[in-house]
């Protein structure tokens, strides 16, 4: 079983985000925030809580995560954010994961093409009633 802390690193690097970053935001020097990820100290309920904040996810979603298979999902029902679902599978090759991201992007291409249908529709169905 995964430590709290080594939870916590491999959130962060799915977010592409640097111990330095993280400590900056929490206010602490980055050898401290680095404890933290090497279990080296006890986290508080408040700094947890911090951590999971920046994440953009709930503290049990850290506690829960396992790394094997697990979906992080900051949608936020915002147009200019779209859907920032990252998948994380351990032990995936490069060219699989390679293989999901390209999915992804066709996906959201048929989302984008599947819009635009739409908006032609609504302009048509408006020119109707006119």
Avoid: C, W
């Avoid at 929490?26 to 408040?46: N, V």
């Avoid at 911090?50 to 298979?69: C, H, R, V, Y």
């Avoid at 819009?115 to 020119?127: H, N």
């Amino acid at each position: 079983m995964k430590s709290i802390g080594s939870r916590i690193k491999n959130l962060r690097e799915i977010q592409n985000f640097t111990q330095e970053y993280m400590a900056g935001i929490l206010g602490m020097s980055a050898s401290g925030y680095g404890k933290i990820e090497r279990d080296e100290t006890d986290i508080p309920f408040s700094r947890l809580e911090q951590i999971a904040s920046i994440l953009k996810i709930n503290m049990k979603d850290i506690i829960d995560f396992d790394g094997m298979e697990y979906l992080v999902n900051n949608m936020h029902n915002s147009t200019e954010k779209g859907n920032n679902a990252v998948i994380v599978f351990n032990n995936l090759s490069d060219s699989e994961k390679q293989t999901y991201l390209d999915q992804i992007n066709t996906l959201k291409s048929e989302v984008e093409y599947l819009k635009s249908i739409i908006e032609f529709l609504k302009e048509q169905l408006v020119k109707k009633k006119e």
